[in-house]
């Protein structure tokens, strides 16, 4: 969809120190039935991650650009979504919201499946989301790995609350840490923080690498894979989860996640149990739009039924 107004301005608003900045806005007309919550539900690592403010009709998210830092604010308004941006990164930051909003991916209404039609119909309006920077949302998911999800999320939580730099803009948000911090974070500040031993150097790897894990996924998805999976103690999960839920890829499947082939056979087969090689056979008629199979079915928040006690279960999403 195209962007349908946008200016710039100077406005006397005030960021988190009290200083003046400047405005950056633009509007986004959306498609019939786009969902915006469904869409954008899954940027926030956690209801306290200090980066990101979701509400059902709003979006807040702090990151860094090419130019600099910046706070994007996504406000929906019916067919249009308000875009305003601060901070230095601003212009490039509502350049990147039009991926963000999902507006670049056309979406799917037909599986050639009646029954999976059927089924996936109230959420067809959702769209596969892009973050500007896979290798800014890779430590997010390298915290996730092995461990319940609520678990890394507090990770999150503490390790960018206490290093993050203040985001631009006038809503008291954090910056993850930048390339620089994470390659220099002394060991100790990373343990204080709850990370796994073993991830520090994953973290600091992808902190000296930077700009050119990006440069791997525009390449090809295919090139960023075997590039990504030789930093220590990063695998397919990783890898694979990134690629899937942060840059939205839509034929992607993640293995050896602790619930996904649970979720995908219980709602395809009706089987409360599965396997990676399952879940790979049950979405093979539907090969070129696998993840986006599966990222409704989270919009529907379909899970399979719980056996026994309730367990902490890693590499699951709320």
Known sequence: MSTVGSGRVSLARRDGDGKSVELHEAQFETPDGFQFWNTVRFIRMGALDPTVIREPRRLAVARFYRDGPATLELTDRG????????????????????????????????????????????????????????????????LQQQIAWRDAARTWKQLTGAHGQPAPGPFKLQLPLSFEQLKRLPTHDYQKAGVIQNRIPTLREIGRLGPRIDAWLAESPAHYLKRIQTLPHLGPWTANHALAVAMGEPDVLVPRDYALPHTVCWALKGTPRGTDREMAEVLRPFAGQRWRIVRLLWALNISAPRRGPRLASPHTRR
């Open 79 to 142: 067919r249009i979504v308000q875009a305003r941006a601060w901070g230095p990164g601003a212009e490039l930051a509502l350049s990147a919201a039009h991926q963000m909003l999902g507006l670049h991916d056309p979406g799917v209404t037909d599986f050639g499946h009646p029954r999976l039609n059927a089924m996936l119909r109230p959420v067809m309006g959702t769209r596969l989301s892009r973050m500007p920077s896979i290798a800014q949302e890779l430590p997010c998911h390298v």
